[in-house]
């Protein structure tokens, strides 16, 4: 029980810093690396295989569920970020050595992807378990949003960053390992307010079970989850509803900065610059569009209209790689309808899995529900590169738009229901 007296909770700080720490990882590894890689000399195949392999190891997150209990829920989250920010430091100092050992820079990334998903059960079950539904709903837009804006400020903002350092004549391995080294500071600062915001939390104790007994607790949330009516359709959202947007985001940084293979040949400084620009008004807009929807239509009659929207800039993205001389108000028009789109629909999917989940054992059944979204997020990773390269960007773009077929059918599932749940 929270004291009467005790300072009042600074969720909005927690959530904003939390969750944009939370995107740090996995902006570096779905924006930053692929870039970085192909500056490297690699092809689309290969970037897309790497990134979506270490971002299938998130999956093992629900097996790190009982081992996380056993710590303090915030004493862990904090914890967490501060090896995370070290980590970072690591693989950048790793990258700017004189012989850069591409298996201790592997061992590293993969050490940083099991950290990242323990941190990230811990967070988002600290978040399903501490804020009831109506506090989830208000803070949900803003924690799309600073989700979003740490993806921006560690995916293109590294790789502006990067283009900067190599305009001053640094080879590419140095400018990539000052960018890295500039995301660990920014990981640090993200922590601390974080701490600024958890310290005004109620202390939370460890779980005093066993470790035999919270693997039958995992199973005992887990058969609860498998009963749970709605979880056919939620099931749906998350490998279906966000389809076609998920394969034009495995490519879309590597079309943008291909200048052989009919991309939009940006180079990385003009690249970053749009995506930045873009997405900071984008995702602030959309956030807001995505909570205001659902506020007033409900989660179930929201679903629909948000899904149609988020599946919509595949148009407009085919668009651009079937025809020639675009002007750059063009392409960050483009971004920018992406992003929106992009931010008002997720926030309606992450509202589905959060409402599913809650309840007894929340942090277990979100992350089971988490998981097979990370399934769903990273898959296609491993066939889209070579499908690219095959269909080329313009046919491959239009493919990803038919994925809005079996999309907004799941929507329309699970708008039924939802509406009687």
Same mark, same amino acid.
């Given at each position: 029980?929270?004291?009467?007296?005790?300072?009042?909770?600074?969720?909005?700080?927690?959530?904003?810093?939390?969750?944009?720490?939370?995107?740090?990882?996995?902006?570096?590894?779905?924006?930053?690396?692929? #870039?970085?890689?192909?500056? *490297?000399?690699?092809?689309? =195949?290969?970037?897309?295989?790497?990134?979506? !392999?270490?971002? @299938?190891? +998130?999956?093992?997150?629900?097996?790190?569920?009982?081992?996380?209990? #056993?710590?303090?829920?915030? *004493?862990?989250?904090?914890? =967490?970020?501060?090896?995370?920010?070290?980590? !970072?430091?690591? @693989?950048? +100092?790793?990258?700017?050595?004189?012989?850069?050992?591409?298996?201790?820079?592997?061992?590293?990334?993969?050490?940083?992807?099991?950290?990242?998903?323990?941190?990230?059960?811990? !967070?988002?079950?600290?978040?399903?378990?501490?804020?009831d539904d109506r506090t989830r709903a208000t803070h949900s837009g803003l924690l799309n949003f600073a989700s979003k804006l740490g993806l921006v400020l560690a995916g293109p903002g590294l790789v502006w960053l990067a283009g900067r350092i190599m305009e001053f004549g640094p080879q590419v391995a140095d400018a990539w390992a000052w960018a890295l080294a500039s995301a660990a500071v920014l990981a640090l600062m993200a922590a601390f307010f974080n701490y600024l915001g958890l310290r005004r939390e109620a202390a939370v104790e460890s779980d005093a079970h066993t470790l035999p007994e919270r693997y039958a607790e995992m199973r005992r949330g887990l058969l609860a989850l498998a009963q749970d009516v709605r979880v056919p359709a939620v099931l749906g959202l998350i490998f279906f509803y966000r389809a076609s947007e998920i394969h034009m985001a495995r490519i879309l940084p590597l079309f943008a900065t291909d200048s052989i293979h009919g991309g939009l040949a940006l180079d990385n400084k003009t690249y970053a610059i749009m995506r930045i620009a873009t997405a900071v008004a984008g995702l602030a807009l959309g956030g807001i569009v995505g909570s205001q929807v659902v506020a007033r239509l409900g989660l179930a009659r929201s679903l629909v209209p948000l899904g149609i929207a988020m599946h919509a800039p595949l148009i407009a993205v085919a668009w651009l790689a079937g025809t020639d001389h675009h002007s750059s108000a063009q392409i960050c028009t483009v971004f920018f309808i992406e992003y929106l789109a992009y931010g008002a629909g997720l926030c309606a999917l992450l509202l589905a899995m959060m409402k599913v989940a809650s309840g007894p054992g929340a942090g277990v059944r979100y992350a089971a529900l988490s998981t097979c979204a990370l399934l769903a997020n990273y898959l296609p990773g491993l066939w889209a590169g070579h499908l690219a390269e095959k269909l080329g960007y313009a046919q491959y773009f239009l493919f990803a738009l038919l994925l809005a077929i079996p999309g907004i059918g799941a929507a329309i599932f699970a708008r039924k229901q939802f509406a009687h749940g």
């Amino acid at each position: 029980m929270r004291n009467d007296a005790a300072p009042p909770r600074r969720a909005w700080l927690w959530v904003s810093a939390a969750y944009l720490f939370q995107s740090i990882p996995a902006a570096v590894r779905d924006e930053a690396l692929p #870039v970085a890689l192909k500056n *490297g000399g690699y092809g689309d =195949a290969s970037i897309t295989t790497a990134v979506s !392999l270490l971002g @299938l190891i +998130f999956g093992f997150k629900i097996l790190l569920a009982p081992l996380v209990a #056993v710590f303090r829920p915030l *004493g862990f989250i904090l914890s =967490a970020e501060v090896m995370i920010s070290g980590l !970072l430091g690591a @693989l950048a +100092f790793q990258v700017g050595s004189d012989q850069p050992s591409s298996t201790q820079i592997i061992v590293l990334l993969v050490i940083l992807s099991f950290v990242a998903a323990a941190h990230d059960f811990a !967070l988002d079950g600290y978040f399903v378990a501490s804020l009831d539904d109506r506090t989830r709903a208000t803070h949900s837009g803003l924690l799309n949003f600073a989700s979003k804006l740490g993806l921006v400020l560690a995916g293109p903002g590294l790789v502006w960053l990067a283009g900067r350092i190599m305009e001053f004549g640094p080879q590419v391995a140095d400018a990539w390992a000052w960018a890295l080294a500039s995301a660990a500071v920014l990981a640090l600062m993200a922590a601390f307010f974080n701490y600024l915001g958890l310290r005004r939390e109620a202390a939370v104790e460890s779980d005093a079970h066993t470790l035999p007994e919270r693997y039958a607790e995992m199973r005992r949330g887990l058969l609860a989850l498998a009963q749970d009516v709605r979880v056919p359709a939620v099931l749906g959202l998350i490998f279906f509803y966000r389809a076609s947007e998920i394969h034009m985001a495995r490519i879309l940084p590597l079309f943008a900065t291909d200048s052989i293979h009919g991309g939009l040949a940006l180079d990385n400084k003009t690249y970053a610059i749009m995506r930045i620009a873009t997405a900071v008004a984008g995702l602030a807009l959309g956030g807001i569009v995505g909570s205001q929807v659902v506020a007033r239509l409900g989660l179930a009659r929201s679903l629909v209209p948000l899904g149609i929207a988020m599946h919509a800039p595949l148009i407009a993205v085919a668009w651009l790689a079937g025809t020639d001389h675009h002007s750059s108000a063009q392409i960050c028009t483009v971004f920018f309808i992406e992003y929106l789109a992009y931010g008002a629909g997720l926030c309606a999917l992450l509202l589905a899995m959060m409402k599913v989940a809650s309840g007894p054992g929340a942090g277990v059944r979100y992350a089971a529900l988490s998981t097979c979204a990370l399934l769903a997020n990273y898959l296609p990773g491993l066939w889209a590169g070579h499908l690219a390269e095959k269909l080329g960007y313009a046919q491959y773009f239009l493919f990803a738009l038919l994925l809005a077929i079996p999309g907004i059918g799941a929507a329309i599932f699970a708008r039924k229901q939802f509406a009687h749940g």
